[in-house]
């Protein structure tokens, strides 16, 4: 299959370099000329664990290429558009002017029958509105439009493309429906099942996918408020009610709130869409209150671990991304954190393994630290926020001798209290006293 990339951003370049992999020639284009002239030279704009192999084997296998241009859709079976939907200023919405740019270009380029594929996470709808500006804009052109949503986790995005536990393809046009089962086809031999809807249903399949899963976060960091204040353990309710099948062990793992670029943005988007119909999701608005109040708590509850006064006090921050495994820094839980912690007259002292860079484009006024070692050196208080496996085993006995004072706030469990507390620290974490 021949298959063009619309959008080199993390989805357009994970999917590209994982649709090669399967054999198929893919064309990745982006606007941006100095991303597409370094992927070119095999540098990647973003940190995923393993890409940098699989984009250098698709380039030597000549399966894989990058453009600026977009000559390659006349020869394409498929045209996936894999551009950023950004919130929009001010009210929340999925921000679609990139998607609907996108759509105008690629209608210039058809030639034969061509399926055109929002990849992009996009509202209820904008397969129709693309459709129709394709229609408008090349009345000659013999394509149908189809969504196939990413359910890919950032640091374990080729992982989930290749081990799926679902693909969703939303079209009921047949010959459509064709083209997308040959795309996917290396992926069902495998046995993952492929569900072929209506546009619309699959358009609404990913932000209920995503809301579902925030709202699972949500509860459980609920329960482990009420956990803290009633002497239980987060964790052991989370296996408890987990091993019931209908529950499911994943998405329980209490902590400072979620973050990231998905599930902030989609749950907002999924509201007000939903408001836009005369629909009020209340689980969902209050899904993004309690996270949001959650992240902001978080620096209460560090100055709570040494008396209530950070004046004067140095905070040492373990893990500024929003998860592990990824530099990126939007929406982490770290950002809230800091900023409190600013405001509250504590000096803060911070590392991450991967994500500083990002970082210091968004929190000034701290010190970055090479090693948390360092960075616990005079501290009053040790924070982790992200649960970097480097973070899992660290000497704690060199660590307390290092700290003015031996706290540590475990704001992702990663620690067990009765280790850390035989070893001198006082403990704070989330959900057990
Ligand atoms: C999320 C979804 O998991 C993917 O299925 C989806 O494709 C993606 O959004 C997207 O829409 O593109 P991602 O944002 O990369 O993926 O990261 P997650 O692993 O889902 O984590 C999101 C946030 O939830 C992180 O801040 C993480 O720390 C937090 N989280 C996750 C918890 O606090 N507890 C958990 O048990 C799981």
Redesign the pocket.
């Known amino acids: 299959m021949r298959i063009v990339m619309i959008g080199s951003g993390y989805v357009g370049l994970v999917s590209g370099a994982c649709f090669a992999d399967f054999g198929h020639f893919v064309t990745c284009v982006d606007k941006d000329a100095d991303k597409i002239a370094a992927l070119k030279r095999c540098e990647i704009p973003i940190f995923e664990p393993d890409l940098d192999q699989l984009v250098r084997t698709g380039m030597d296998g000549g399966r894989l290429k990058f453009s600026t241009g977009l000559d390659d859709i006349a020869e394409a079976d498929a045209v996936f558009i894999a551009v950023g939907t950004p919130s929009r200023r001010g009210d929340g919405h999925a921000d679609l002017s990139y998607v609907h740019a996108a759509s105008r270009e690629i209608a210039a380029h058809l030639q034969g029958f061509t399926v055109i594929v929002t990849k992009s996470?996009v509202p209820v709808g904008t397969g129709d509105e693309v459709e129709r500006i394709i229609r408008e804009t090349n009345p000659a052109a013999d394509f149908a439009v189809a969504s196939n949503p990413?359910?890919?986790?950032?640091?374990a995005a080729i992982r989930d493309f290749q081990h799926p536990d679902r693909i969703v393809v939303g079209t009921e046009d047949e010959r459509a429906q064709k083209v997308m089962g040959d795309v996917y086809r290396p992926l069902y031999l495998n046995q993952a099942p492929i569900m072929f809807t209506s546009r619309r249903t699959s358009e609404l399949i990913k932000y209920a996918?995503?809301a579902f899963?925030a709202t699972k976060?949500t509860f459980i960091n609920e329960m482990a408020d009420l956990a803290e204040q009633v002497g239980a353990n987060v964790q052991e309710i989370a296996r408890g009610i987990g091993l019931d099948n209908r529950i499911g062990t994943k998405?329980?793992?209490a902590?400072a709130g979620?973050?990231?670029?998905?599930?902030p943005k989609?749950t907002r988007a999924l509201a007000k869409t939903a408001l836009d119909h005369g629909i009020q999701l209340r689980i969902v608005e209050a899904t993004l209150t309690a996270n949001d109040n959650r992240k902001r708590a978080m620096a209460r509850k560090v100055a709570n671990a040494l008396g209530g006064d950070l004046h004067g006090k140095t905070i040492a921050v373990l893990g500024l991304t929003?998860?592990p495994d990824t530099d990126d820094m939007r929406e982490a839980?770290s950002i809230p954190l800091i900023t409190g912690l600013l405001d509250f007259g504590a000096k803060v002292k911070a590392h991450d393994p991967v994500g500083m860079e990002q970082a210091k484009k968004e929190l000034a006024g701290i010190e970055y630290c090479e090693d948390p070692y360092t960075c616990a050196r005079g501290a009053d208080a040790l924070v982790i926020v992200t649960e970097w496996r480097q973070f899992r085993a660290l000497d704690l006995e060199r660590i307390k001798n290092s700290m003015a004072t031996p706290v540590i706030v475990d704001l992702r469990n990663i620690y067990r209290p009765e280790d850390v507390r035989g070893l001198g620290f006082k403990y704070e974490s989330i959900g057990r006293r």
């Open positions: 996470t990413e359910f890919l986790r950032e640091g996918a995503n899963l976060i998405f329980l793992h902590g979620y973050g990231g670029s998905c599930f989609d929003f998860k839980a």
